[in-house]
């Protein structure tokens, strides 16, 4: 069974950084593309970065393009967010997501399973 364990939220002022991590269990990490998405109260949950299973291809929404980057280590079975720059738009419920796939097609993958997700608030 996967299992998918975020951590790293928290509350930040703007303009702020946070790391988000994410260990994962359960099948091989190394062959699966991963995600984050976010939900803020409200609104629909939406991607906002994802990552091919060697690193070598990344999406991003348009949102956050120039303040996250995604990043993974394999050897350890973690997948970071780092978020830069934060803004108050960004407070929403992270979440951390395995995908079905090894790659990135044009955009990001489906996803098979999610973690519990981690609050991330940014005070203005």
């Known amino acids: 069974q996967v299992q998918l364990a975020e951590s790293g939220g928290g509350l930040v002022q703007a303009g702020g950084s946070l790391r988000l991590s994410c260990e994962a269990s359960?099948?091989?990490?190394?062959?699966?593309?991963m995600g984050w998405l976010r939900q803020a109260p409200g609104k629909e949950r939406e991607s906002v970065a994802a990552?091919?299973?060697?690193?070598?291809?990344?999406y991003y929404a348009d949102s956050v393009k120039g303040r996250f980057t995604v990043s993974r280590d394999n050897g350890k079975n973690t997948v970071y967010l780092q978020m830069n720059m934060l803004k108050p738009e960004d407070t929403a419920v992270y979440y951390c997501?395995?995908?079905?796939?090894?790659?990135?097609?044009?955009?990001?993958?489906?996803?098979?399973?999610w973690g519990q997700g981690t609050q991330v608030t940014v005070s203005s």
């Open positions: 359960g099948r091989t990490f190394s062959s699966y593309a």
């Open positions: 997501a395995q995908s079905r796939g090894s790659y990135l097609h044009n955009g990001p993958p489906e996803y098979d399973y």
């Open positions: 990552i091919s299973w060697n690193g070598r291809s990344t």
